[in-house]
């Protein structure tokens, strides 16, 4: 086999140390000595859809990214960062935290009601940069906050509380973590039996249903469980619009379950 060409050069991080960069003659990067921050941060522009403040919210690049692991409630593992920490959108000037995907149209009256209940009484603070754990803890409560006053829906509330159980398991906070799983089930189920899911956009029902299966089962709620991952088997095992790897993972997780409670 032809060694592959290389090109190799020393680059000045944003953070002020070298890193040494291997590259083939495409420009693709296959070896690589650690990850330069500006490689896997960028600033986006973000428009406040309260204020209309116009601000610059940091990235990660989920491309560059080296996967590690997924946990069976479909919490994913990064070597390099954790995007988790990046979903919420800060406004620094009112405070509205909202996701990439937020959309919802809001009235002069809904944003009436967050300017007296929340805006009233915010600290400003800018988290618009590279965050801490705390920050990132911090930027996901306030959107928790922002949805239930504006009336977000209860799937968008429910995935929410899934990343702050997330980044409250990657410290080992098992009794944050927890409550913060109750809460996404809470929402999910609301979500699921209140309101349907016809969104394209929104989660596949059958994950909804798996999810709240998974997170009954973490919870010790095992009735629970058995009964949504009976729900997901039963009525979306013969449905043409639903993965068959999806199906596959829900089947498999199942299994284990069954075998966990013997
Ligand atoms: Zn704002």
Redesign the pocket.
Known sequence: MQPLKREQYVQKSALSFDRVYIKDMGGHVFSIRGIEMNEIYYNKKIT?P??S?HFKGTKIKKSMLHHIKTDTDLCRYFKDANPYYYDINV?P??G?SFSDSFEKKLSTAEIDKFLKSITAHWKKQDLCGERSFEQAVDSLKMALLCGQVIGLKEINLAGICLRLCWLYREKSMTEEEKRFMKAAVGFYEKAYEMQGLNDEKEMRPELVVYLIGELNFRLGNFKDSVKWFNLAISRYSRDPAVKKQTMNMIKDRWMEIKDAMK
């Open positions: 406040c309260v204020c403040t406004c000037e009112c509205f």
